[in-house]
């Protein structure tokens, strides 16, 4: 088992589908767990779990919570942010 830890910064609120609340923006801890695939020439790992660092609910900023959460939904939160944060294009055909 292996795991990474990276931040993730999202400008606005946001929500997930696994969580109930509205999320500050702000920068948060996605943590993602992968096991080795046994029986290849090579090393390859795949995506066992997927957890987001939150403050915990009715707690001080000092607390925090590990949640599971879906890579995917992670990833279509992030765009959606990105492209609200993104200028409107003055390119018509864009």
């Given at each position: 088992m292996r795991t990474t830890e990276t931040e993730i910064t999202f400008t606005r609120p946001f929500r997930l589908?696994?969580?109930i609340e509205l999320q500050d923006a702000g920068t948060y801890k996605l943590i993602?767990?992968?096991e080795l695939i046994?029986?290849?020439s090579f090393p390859?790992?795949?995506r066992v779990a997927t957890h987001i660092e939150?403050?915990?609910v009715s707690a001080s900023t000092m607390v925090r919570q590990r949640l599971q959460?879906?890579?995917d939904d992670i990833?279509?939160?992030l765009a959606a942010d990105a492209k609200q944060?993104?200028?409107?294009?003055l390119d018509p055909f864009a």
């Open positions: 589908e696994s969580l993602v767990d992968e046994a029986g290849l390859a790992y795949k939150i403050p915990a959460v879906s890579h990833y279509r939160a944060a993104s200028p409107p294009s």
